[in-house]
């Protein structure tokens, strides 16, 4: 793991992120202390669409406004 300080990260910042996009971890120190991590997101699976139709019907009234009781639990 690189090490670099909080002003080599100002000004290097576009080279340290390509390098995490390699898949390498950064730490930047303050006054030789770290402080922060730059780490490469973790992608998740791939959302995809339509997988839960068929689960779950939505109902007519959906959009129609909320009754008055339930109103004012929000408003107290």
């Known amino acids: 793991m690189v090490e670099v300080g909080v002003h ?9 992120l390509r390098r995490v996009a390699t898949g390498e971890e950064i730490t930047i120190s303050s006054g030789g202390r770290p402080v922060a991590r730059l780490v490469p997101v973790q992608r998740g699976a791939e959302r995809v669409l339509g997988r ?3 689960v779950f019907e939505l109902p007519d009234d959906f959009d129609s406004p909320l ?4 109103l004012d639990d929000f408003e107290s």
């Open 8 to 16: 080599e990260a100002k000004t290097t910042l576009s080279a340290l």
């Open 52 to 54: 839960d139709r068929g």
């Open 67 to 70: 009754p008055d009781d339930v």
